[in-house]
């Protein structure tokens, strides 16, 4: 699989140079593609690729894995990493593939066809979260420890940002990482960390200086293995059951200041780039779920009956249905649309921002109306129906809430209320 995966690149590599802004796109043929606008024939290819994984090595162990609470991260990742599924737009000399981020938007989708939130949302983070900062800023010695690994599924990553008292606020964190010797000197701790029990690395985000919370903060790769590092708990979680989610807790670890990814004090910004990429993943590894359960359910409501007629044929179910539909694939559209301004270099914070809002509120409704129509067996768990509508509760929630990706848009329509001076 992974001789597919390269020969793709391989083919690719005549027409697309792996700098966006060289690329013609007058004459790339993607503009001719009658299917989808940012997909070829290759994009295909790889998706085939991957779907062949997910239905021999997850699908059939997910139920058990949700059961569990927890699924084999090494193992999954290993298998991915060997196809090229987790580097596929990093670069080719730390054994990405070098496409562009179309690849990785379609790998996203095809995630989807995984039979739970969970696992699309660990591979996403190791993927598409948690490493294109060290991708695009990191040195070539944390690259090669780090960033290569990690596309080859031998090293498990994980990002921690999120902190019991910041959240939202990003900018509010408190964890500290002081110079001391050449070395930094972690305390603090980090919540909500997905693949937290099972990380070999964090990306993570800490204050290094004292001074203004937008530039005072450093991305740091941190191993998971040193002193000091306690996974204080495995989080109990509402939905997203077979992913591991880690409270951890930091006292004076030791770390060479070199683990610094890019320039000390960018941490922040370089954060703000990399929710880019995680809020078109998010977008993109939800539409193939929605589109199914609108599927499922229309199969199920047609074969069941009540007051002598098929549900399905109730005007109300067959018209949400359609109108569910069509916002699905008005969201696809804004994310093709995102994506294909992304890799042509623009700024896509608010066109990701609309997409990560506008997927969150649309799987929320989506799970929601469809479950209605299942009746008491879209209560049960035995039905995909159920398990999406508390997984997808997450989307309006992690990596920037609704509200937040509100502030976002707002912001660029500089409509946002400036924060008051202080008298
Ligand atoms: C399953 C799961 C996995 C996660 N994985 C990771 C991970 O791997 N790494 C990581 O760093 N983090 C992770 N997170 C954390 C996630 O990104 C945060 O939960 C999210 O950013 C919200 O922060 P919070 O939970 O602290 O909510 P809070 O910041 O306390 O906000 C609570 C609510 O307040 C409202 N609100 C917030 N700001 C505003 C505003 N400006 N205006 C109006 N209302 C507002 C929103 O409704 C929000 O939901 C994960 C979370 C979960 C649940």
Known sequence: MANVCRRICSGLGQRLAL???SRNFASSPRCFNNKEHIYTSEHDELRATLRKIIDKD?????????????????????TLGN????????????????????????????????NCGALPMAIGVQSDMATPALARFGSDKLKKEYLAPSISGDLVACLGVSEVSSGS??????????????????????????????????????????????????????????????????????GMRSSDTAQIFFEDVRVPASH???????????QMLQFQEERIFATAAALVPLDTLIKLTADYARDRKAFGQSILDNQVVHFTLAELATEVESLRSM????????IQGHDVTMLASMCKLKAGRLSRQTTDNCLQFWGGMGFTNEVLVSRLYRDFRLLSIGGGADE????????????????????
Not at 87 to 108: F, H, I, N, Q, R
Not at 212 to 232: E, R
Not at 335 to 342: D, K, N, S, W
Not at 404 to 423: F, G
């Open 404 to 423: 937040v990706m509100l502030s976002i848009i707002c912001k660029y329509m500089d409509i946002l209320p400036k924060p008051q001076k202080k008298k």
């Open 169 to 238: 606020d990003v900018a509010s964190l408190k964890t500290t990482a002081v110079k001391k010797n050449g070395d930094l000197i972690i305390n603090g701790g980090k919540m909500w960390t997905t693949n937290g029990t099972q990380a070999d690395w964090m990306c993570l985000l800490a204050n290094t200086s004292e001074g203004k919370p937008h530039q005072n903060k450093s991305l740091i790769c941190l191993p998971m293995n040193l002193p000091g590092i306690t996974i204080a708990k495995t989080i109990d979680k509402l």
């Open 83 to 114: 196809a090229g599924i987790l580097g596929v737009s990093k670069p080719t000399e730390y054994g990405g593939l070098g496409l562009d981020y179309s690849y990785s938007c379609a790998m996203a989708e095809e995630l989807g066809t995984i």
């Open 58 to 78: 997850i699908n059939p162990y997910v139920d058990e894995w949700e059961a569990e609470g927890i699924f084999p991260a090494h193992k999954v990742f290993k």
């Open 19 to 21: 700098n966006p802004s």
């Open 260 to 270: 610094i990814i890019g320039d000390e004090g960018m941490g922040f910004t370089y």
């Open 335 to 342: 994310l093709y649309r995102a994506v294909g301004q992304y």
